[in-house]
């Protein structure tokens, strides 16, 4: 079947014809593509068009598809079983090399998604604490749990949605949002309510509403604030773990969350998520503790295989030196032929991770910023980027990933579709 056939066929079965909303295109109009295989940094699609993919499967795939390693280290582990609901070696080593390259995690617990990992992290703030409140960010993403459908980004920001219908006030009016990177607006609201406050939860770089980096001082200052009223800091690195250094965006920063929460990277394409830190709050997560949390497919002895792997790939010495090198010499190279054709763009990139902004606006710290860029113009260069065979997400509202396997071939073909689209803006 062709893409539109599979397509329409999808719609009749699954809805929006898609397992996850930011896949189907309603952030920039089309169709979806329907990926058949990939290889390296390309993905081809059921008409077999080859294009070079920037989006890594939204972060898991920073070692490129197919990676030879990873392939043949599940191929190994599927021949032993898929799954035993049982403790197995390979989780042990998993959470011995998480424990070991995050200072700030004593204990890790295995789940299947971010998602998972930060509703998870959640329930133990606020178990441990005795408080129900919880703060988060306006414009930041960390999964579709209810506590978190409050302005939102990712996929609810692309599809316009505040919120989720299902999402109960009672629950909603325990999620405090603030401005991100607004430390004075943060600080009013612990005053206000900071004895009540379980969690403040933060990506600290937001990669759910394009990309946006923290201010100077922000993260101390709100790890300061988490100090001054005994609330839990947790650093959702689903997106940043293992993607912005190998320590992630904590490494970067030199912050030590309480708890971190993880995704993508750790589970090299199968479904893994997971989150830790701190002894003293973790040995309060079932059976050790009250805290309840459980899962079917959680260590799943493949899933984790495949984790383990990636961990030794991500660990070699350069790897992180090399990938920013990689996204700079593209993001730099992007902004000038925007400047050549006068079109006002800019990016933002940090280790193998970058946004990018049609704006003039050179100052994009938080959601009222990327509000007023322009989404038109983006959705014209990603189809005009897309039609020579690059493919971008399909949202303005996300950041974009660089995989070792991108390389001055990747480089310069994406340079030259850029060349022509944005002489077309
Ligand atoms: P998942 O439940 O989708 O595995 O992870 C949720 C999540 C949590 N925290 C952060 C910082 C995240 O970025 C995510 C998921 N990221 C999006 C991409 N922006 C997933 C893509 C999708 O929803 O299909």
């Not at 959640?122 to 988060?136: E, H, P, Q, S, Y």
């Not at 600080?187 to 770089?205: K, N, Y």
């Not at 650093?235 to 030590?256: C, H, K, P, S």
């Not at 990689?326 to 006068?342: F, P, Y």
Request: aromatic share 10%; proline share 4%; glycine share 12%.
């Amino acid at each position: 079947m062709n893409n539109h056939d599979l397509f329409l066929s999808a719609q009749k079965y699954i809805p929006g014809g898609v397992n996850s909303p930011v896949r189907a295109f309603k952030g920039v109009g089309g169709d979806p593509l329907f990926i058949k295989k990939a290889k390296g940094p390309y993905i081809y699609d059921v008409d077999d068009k080859e294009y070079i993919d920037y989006i890594g499967s939204w972060g898991p795939m920073i070692a490129g598809h197919s990676n030879k390693k990873v392939l043949k280290a599940v191929h190994k582990a599927v021949d032993q079983g898929m799954s035993f609901g049982t403790p197995t070696e390979q989780e042990v080593t998993v959470a011995e090399k998480m424990c070991k390259l995050i200072p700030s995690m004593d204990m890790v617990r295995m789940v299947n998604s971010g998602t998972e990992a930060t509703m998870s992290a959640i329930r133990l703030a606020r178990g441990f604490t005795g408080r129900d409140k919880i703060i988060k960010f306006e414009g930041c993403y960390h999964g579709h749990a209810d506590s978190f459908l409050v302005k939102a980004g990712s996929g609810v920001l692309t599809l316009g949605i505040p919120g989720s219908p299902g999402v109960p006030s009672a629950v909603a009016d325990l999620t405090l949002t603030v401005a991100y990177n607004d430390l004075d607006a943060l600080e009013s609201t612990m005053q206000a309510h900071g004895d009540d406050v379980a969690a403040i939860i933060v990506e600290p770089i937001a990669g759910n509403m394009n990309m946006i980096l923290p201010l100077e001082g922000y993260l101390q200052g709100m790890r300061d604030l988490c100090d001054k009223y005994g609330t839990i800091l947790i650093f959702d690195e689903v997106m940043t773990g293992f993607r912005v250094a190998l320590g992630g965006a904590q490494e970067l920063y030199n912050i030590t969350p309480d708890l971190s929460t993880f995704g993508k990277v750790i589970g090299g394409g199968l479904p893994v998520g997971a989150f830790g830190g701190r002894k003293d709050i973790m040995s309060h997560i079932a059976p050790l503790g009250p805290v309840y949390q459980a899962g079917t497919l959680s260590g799943n002895p493949v899933a984790m295989t495949a984790g383990s792997v990636m961990l030794d790939i991500v660990s070699k010495k350069g790897f992180y030196d090399d990938l920013a090198i990689k996204t700079q010499n593209l993001t730099k190279g992007l902004k000038e032929i925007a400047d050549k054709n006068s079109i006002p763009f800019h990016t933002v990139n940090e280790g193998g991770m970058f946004g990018m902004f049609f704006t003039e606006n050179l100052e994009i710290n938080n959601f009222e910023d990327i509000a007023h860029c322009d989404e038109e113009r983006f959705k014209v260069f990603f189809h005009k980027m897309l039609d020579q065979g690059v493919y971008f997400g399909p949202s303005a509202y996300e950041a974009a990933f660089v995989s070792s396997t991108h390389d001055e071939v990747t480089l310069s073909k994406t340079l030259k579709a850029a060349t022509f689209a944005f002489s077309e803006l």
